[in-house]
């Protein structure tokens, strides 16, 4: 819109993840991120069955391996957690006494993994944590120090990969969508996305609050309670259909929710 133009700025090139060196905005203002969260990156973890120490997941790759080779184009192999990112969010669970799903049965993983006849990582024993919203929420907090924040996003996903918090993987062909079992795949050919935990993101993005800065009033919605909330009855009469009183609005988005983070001044 010509009347708006002046006061709109694109900025090419440039992530929010990682903004300039120097750039800070201390006006007062909102960020909003629509289906941001889910294709954030995540990291894979697990603890060692031997003494606990947390491990990272790297996947290598062998541009030159064929169809069917062992282990394959694209591996996956665990060594002593040293990315900052994952040692920080692994501090934050611990401070926040979050239990880690993997740790559920571990006596009987142990079996299965040291003394099993061949060389196995159950998938259970790994989980997928959420680094890449980690870094979202420190670079808003470093970044836009006086911001509000509204997202919206899936909160539960069918069909995902095996692990805990893993993905859902998928790709089209011939027009039909095709879900996969792994991540382990060509990059650029995949849509891989993740389900985000509302409660875990808003206890992090608390706990990054500035020492002596007061809380300020936050809400986890889900997206018809969140539509029936905000939005003019007449815009929710808009949208239901006539005959069986059905609204995708509120009836479809089931696994959809909005975190609502609002400063007071």
Not at 116 to 123: H, K, L, S, W
Not at 229 to 240: G, K, M, R
Not at 242 to 264: C, G, I, Q
Request: charged content about 20%.
């Amino acid at each position: 819109n010509p009347r708006h133009g002046s006061r709109v700025h694109f900025h090419p090139d440039v992530s929010i993840l990682t903004p300039p060196a120097g750039f800070k905005e201390e006006r007062a203002c909102w960020i909003l991120a629509m289906e941001v969260l889910d294709n954030l990156s995540r990291d894979l973890v697990k603890f060692r069955n031997s003494d606990g120490v947390l491990l990272e997941a790297r996947v290598l790759t062998d541009p030159t391996a064929t169809y069917g080779s062992v282990p394959g184009k694209y591996w996956r192999e665990f060594q002593v957690a040293r990315d900052p990112l994952i040692l920080e969010y692994a501090h934050l669970a611990d401070e926040l006494n979050w239990k880690w799903p993997s740790l559920q049965g571990r006596p009987i993983r142990r079996a299965l993994e040291n003394f099993g006849p061949f060389e196995y990582i159950n998938p259970w024993s790994c989980e997928f944590i959420p680094t890449g919203s980690l870094q979202l929420l420190k670079s808003l907090m470093a970044h836009f120090p006086r911001h509000s924040l509204l997202c919206s996003d899936f909160d539960a996903l069918p069909d995902t990969v095996a692990g805990h918090n893993g993905p859902v993987v998928q790709t089209r062909f011939r027009g039909v969508t095709v879900p996969c079992s792994s991540v382990l795949l060509e990059r650029g050919l995949f849509d891989i996305f993740f389900a985000t935990d509302f409660v875990k993101l808003a206890q992090i993005h608390a706990k990054l609050r500035p020492p002596g800065q007061k809380a300020h009033c936050y809400s986890i919605q889900k997206h018809a309670q969140f539509l029936k909330t905000w939005s003019n009855p007449a815009d929710l009469h808009a949208t239901t259909t006539a005959k069986s009183s059905y609204n995708p609005m509120l009836h479809d988005f089931e696994n959809v929710s909005f975190y609502t983070f609002r400063r007071e001044n």
